[in-house]
Structure formats: structure tokens, C-alpha cells
T-cell receptor, first 115, second 110 residues
Framework: NAGVTQTPKFQVLKTGQSMTLQCAQD?????MYWYRQDPGMGLRLIYY???????DKGEVPNGYNVSRLNKREFSLRLESAAPSQTSVYFC??????????????FGAGTRLSVL | GQSLEQPSEVTAVEGAIVQINCTYQ??????LSWYQQHDGGAPTFLSY????GLEETGRFSSFLSRSDSYGYLLLQELQMKDSASYFC???????????FGAGTRLFVKA
């Protein structure tokens, strides 16, 4: 059972380059999330998708775009990378329901450096 | 908007009990969650409170008081492997958007 899979695991970009971070889940979850985590900091929500076909902004959406390609996949795109986007990016998914199902499962993360 | 506050660091001795507090400001939310993250790893779910009171899961318990805008995570019989960062998180009314606190780094000493 793979859970949430993120690719790539590591990436180095030059300022101005673009790239797409991929995320896929095999748990048939409706909701998916993208977070960034800076050193010594908590997780900040970039975008989320409550269900297939919908996306919404989180706390720090500027400089990012997302696509909910289908129920399994949720990608994050940096159109023109900036050094301030150097961070660890986590994708997560969550099942339906509002009680014990309110568990987010996280991928292993993508460590991105922008030079 | 929402905000959560946690202590930045807590130190405790192996075998002891430690409580990590989380205070929050919000106009409404569904529940308070707790996650653990070891260095270099991904966050993993520990506990969730939808209602006021105590939830117990093995050595971990979590408590919520909506009237006091306050929750805590209680770790019993501390082990060295419990050294990690612990995050509280609010799920907004609507049930989808989740906001995390900055995290509490727990150091367990022998």
C-alpha cells in the first residue's frame, strides 16, 4: 500500500525556472493538500482540493498553481521559481467524514532549492 | 483568520509524562488534530478531538476545551523515540481547510 507518493524527492532549480511537483494517492480520498515547510517552522497550506474538480487557495498561494488532474492526482506548479520558494513541500490526502476520518496522510516530501 | 500557538520547545525525562499545549483563535472549526514529525520525515497523525474532552490512544491522549480555546497533547511513559516535533492543527468549519501551528520540539533525555 503506497499511500501518498510525491515526485521528485529532491530538486534544485535556478531562479526563473519552472517545474511541477507531482502527487498521487491510492486511498480513494476525496481531499488533497499541498503544504510547504520552512526550516524550524510549521506547515503552511498552499492550496487544497476538497474534491475532484475543485481547488481553493490556502494561506500562501502566491507564486503557485495547482491542478487536480483526477481523483488520484494533485500537482503543484511553480511558474517562475524564486529563492523564497526554497522549502520542503508536502502533499497530503484525507478521507471523507468529519470525525475519525479527519486524518491527513502525508507523502515523504519534496526538498526544493532555488538558487 | 485562524491562529494557533504552541511552545517552541519542551524537554522531559525518559519515562515521565509531558503535556504540550495549544491555544487558538478562530471563528469556528470542526476539530483539533495532533501530528508528530521526526527530523527529515513526514508528519504522521496522532489524535483528533471533534468534541470537548479527552481522547486516549495508547500512550498518547489529547484534550480539547472549546470554551477555553485550548487543547493539549499528553504523552505518557516517554521514550527516546518520542523526541520529535508535535503540531496541533485546526480544521475549519467546512471540514476541508486545515491550519497547522508552528510546532513544539520535544527533547526526551535519558
Amino acid at each position: 500500500n503506497a499511500g501518498v507518493t510525491q515526485t521528485p524527492k529532491f530538486q534544485v532549480l535556478k531562479t526563473g525556472q519552472s517545474m511541477t511537483l507531482q502527487c498521487a494517492q491510492d486511498m480513494n480520498h476525496n481531499s488533497m493538500y499541498w503544504y510547504r515547510q520552512d526550516p524550524g517552522m510549521g506547515l503552511r497550506l498552499i492550496y487544497y482540493s476538497a474534491s475532484e474538480g475543485t481547488t481553493d487557495k490556502g494561506e500562501v498561494p502566491n507564486g503557485y498553481n495547482v491542478s487536480r488532474l483526477n481523483k488520484r492526482e494533485f500537482s503543484l506548479r511553480l511558474e517562475s521559481a524564486a529563492p523564497s520558494q526554497t522549502s520542503v513541500y508536502f502533499c497530503a490526502s484525507r478521507g471523507t467524514g468529519l470525525s475519525i476520518q479527519n486524518i491527513q496522510y502525508f507523502g515523504a516530501g519534496t526538498r526544493l532549492s532555488v538558487l | 483568520g485562524q491562529s494557533l500557538e504552541q511552545p517552541s520547545e519542551v524537554t522531559a525525562v525518559e519515562g515521565a509524562i509531558v503535556q504540550i499545549n495549544c491555544t487558538y483563535q478562530t471563528s469556528g472549526f470542526y476539530g483539533l488534530s495532533w501530528y508528530q514529525q521526526h527530523d527529515g520525515g513526514a508528519p504522521t497523525f496522532l489524535s483528533y478531538n471533534a468534541l470537548d474532552g479527552l481522547e486516549e490512544t495508547g500512550r498518547f491522549s489529547s484534550f480539547l476545551s472549546r470554551s477555553d480555546s485550548y487543547g493539549y497533547l499528553l504523552l505518557q511513559e516517554l521514550q527516546m523515540k518520542d523526541s520529535a516535533s508535535y503540531f496541533c492543527a485546526l480544521t475549519e468549519t467546512g471540514g476541508f481547510k486545515t491550519i497547522f501551528g508552528a510546532g513544539t520540539r520535544l527533547f526526551v533525555k535519558a
